[in-house]
């Protein structure tokens, strides 16, 4: 069965899917891009028991990121709590959120304007990618009405691309989604990403 949508809707609908489809898959292969950047050498990121724990001991043996599962298993939040905010990647003692995003003063219900270093900071650049993946998560939570006007949905898919490029990691994917229609929305499908966003608003809420 196939739902009817209103244009506001469907556009919805496609960006429920990027952020919960799309944005872990993204957050995944720069987390593991970050560690085998780091500690490659000694120990790259192979998603075993024993390198998981290697991320827990280098966190202080604390961490709410879920260490026993796979990394592919992690959701947005603990991505985040694993890259911006993880003590393993954190410099002079300071997270790249700190580091890099707080610095810049942006209010928390706005994007940044560019996620790519003005200095070439590669590490500026995953800290700003990531925070603005970030972002646009919440902002899709905090929507009051399952709808999503076009212009906020250009704008909102256009953050996301530019965020994806500046970590490396392909955009077709995003493209796709942006021209599904709504025959690509059974109501299985619907029932589906309307779980996800609730899950993501339960976590950010409580």
């Given at each position: 069965?196939?739902?009817q949508?209103?244009?506001g809707q469907?556009?919805?609908f496609?960006f429920?899917?990027i952020?919960?489809?799309?944005?872990?898959?993204?957050?995944?292969?720069?987390?593991k891009?970050?560690?085998?950047n780091?500690?490659?050498?000694?120990?790259?990121?192979?998603?075993s028991?024993?390198?998981?724990?290697?991320?827990?001991?280098?966190?202080?043996?604390?961490?709410?990121v879920?260490?026993?599962?796979s990394y592919?298993q992690?959701?947005c939040?603990?991505?985040?709590?694993a890259?911006?905010?993880?003590?393993?990647?954190?410099i002079?003692?300071?997270?790249?959120s700190?580091?890099?995003v707080?610095?810049?003063g942006?209010?928390?219900?706005?994007?940044?304007?560019?996620?790519?270093?003005p200095?070439?900071n590669?590490?500026?650049t995953f800290?700003?990618?990531?925070?603005?993946l970030?972002?646009?998560?919440?902002?899709?939570c905090?929507?009051?009405?399952?709808?999503?006007?076009?212009?906020?949905?250009?704008?909102?898919?256009?953050?996301?691309?530019?965020a994806?490029?500046?970590?490396?990691?392909?955009?077709?994917?995003?493209d796709e989604?942006?021209?599904?229609?709504?025959s690509?929305?059974?109501?299985?499908e619907?029932?589906?990403?309307?779980?996800?966003?609730?899950?993501m608003?339960?976590?950010?809420?409580g």
């Amino acid at each position: 069965m196939v739902r009817q949508f209103r244009d506001g809707q469907l556009n919805y609908f496609k960006f429920s899917s990027i952020v919960t489809d799309e944005f872990p898959k993204a957050l995944c292969k720069s987390f593991k891009f970050m560690w085998n950047n780091k500690f490659g050498t000694a120990q790259p990121w192979d998603d075993s028991e024993a390198v998981r724990k290697s991320f827990l001991a280098k966190e202080g043996g604390r961490t709410e990121v879920p260490t026993h599962k796979s990394y592919q298993q992690w959701d947005c939040t603990a991505l985040f709590k694993a890259t911006i905010y993880a003590q393993c990647f954190a410099i002079h003692h300071r997270t790249l959120s700190d580091l890099y995003v707080k610095p810049r003063g942006v209010p928390p219900d706005s994007f940044h304007t560019s996620v790519v270093s003005p200095s070439g900071n590669n590490a500026e650049t995953f800290a700003l990618a990531i925070d603005q993946l970030r972002r646009l998560r919440n902002f899709h939570c905090h929507l009051a009405r399952s709808e999503m006007d076009k212009t906020t949905f250009d704008q909102c898919v256009q953050r996301a691309k530019d965020a994806f490029n500046a970590l490396g990691v392909n955009t077709d994917q995003i493209d796709e989604v942006g021209g599904l229609t709504e025959s690509h929305f059974p109501t299985n499908e619907v029932a589906r990403l309307e779980r996800e966003i609730q899950y993501m608003r339960f976590v950010l809420f409580g």
